[in-house]
């Protein structure tokens, strides 16, 4: 009889086990592919306003780009001959004193210009004078590079 109320006791515990299952060992990727589109949808959304400035038709050249780890003090010069700083239009007059402030008057500070092919040289020459006077003497040119090389 003990044998039997042993069998017993064995079966009733089995029944209030759940089956065991094995481990799931797939990847569930839905989580991963909504946030990847969520990202798609945001750099979709935000690439075109990264891009900033005055349209300008730079010459070409064959001169090798300038690396630089700082922001850069962009003047544009566009085929109209209004001038840009930053992608701002200002005053030919004000260009001096918003120059010094954007440099904290670190005068070794490099200024870039870029001037459009079709704007009269004379001009980029003045813009380059006031740049100048107002004591940066580190001008950088800036041009396109040519198709072939």
Same mark, same amino acid.
């Given at each position: 009889?003990?044998?039997?109320?042993?069998?017993?006791?064995?079966?009733?515990?089995?029944?209030?086990?759940?089956?065991?299952?094995?481990?799931?060992?797939?990847?569930? =990727?839905?989580?991963?592919?909504?946030?990847? #589109?969520?990202?798609?949808i945001?750099f979709?959304?935000?690439a075109?306003? #990264?891009?900033?400035?005055?349209?300008?038709?730079l010459?070409?050249?064959?001169?090798?780009?300038?690396?630089?780890?700082q922001?850069?003090i962009?003047?544009?010069?566009?085929?109209t001959?209004? =001038?840009?700083?930053?992608?701002?239009?200002?005053?030919?007059? !004000?260009?001096?004193?918003? #120059?010094?402030?954007?440099?904290?008057?670190?005068?070794?500070?490099?200024?870039?210009?870029? !001037?459009?092919?079709? =704007?009269?040289?004379?001009r980029?020459?003045?813009?380059?004078? =006031?740049?100048?006077?107002?004591?940066?003497?580190r001008?950088?040119?800036?041009?396109?590079?040519?198709?072939?090389g």
């Amino acid at each position: 009889m003990a044998a039997g109320a042993f069998r017993e006791l064995s079966d009733s515990s089995r029944r209030g086990r759940r089956p065991r299952r094995a481990p799931l060992a797939e990847i569930n =990727v839905t989580p991963f592919v909504d946030v990847m #589109l969520v990202l798609l949808i945001v750099f979709m959304i935000t690439a075109p306003m #990264l891009i900033v400035g005055v349209p300008v038709d730079l010459p070409e050249t064959r001169a090798s780009p300038v690396e630089s780890r700082q922001e850069l003090i962009v003047v544009t010069i566009n085929d109209t001959g209004s =001038v840009f700083l930053r992608g701002k239009k200002v005053d030919f007059d !004000g260009l001096a004193p918003k #120059l010094s402030a954007l440099a904290d008057n670190d005068r070794e500070t490099r200024i870039y210009v870029r !001037g459009d092919k079709a =704007v009269n040289y004379g001009r980029i020459m003045d813009v380059m004078e =006031v740049i100048g006077a107002a004591g940066f003497h580190r001008i950088v040119l800036i041009t396109e590079p040519k198709a072939g090389g």
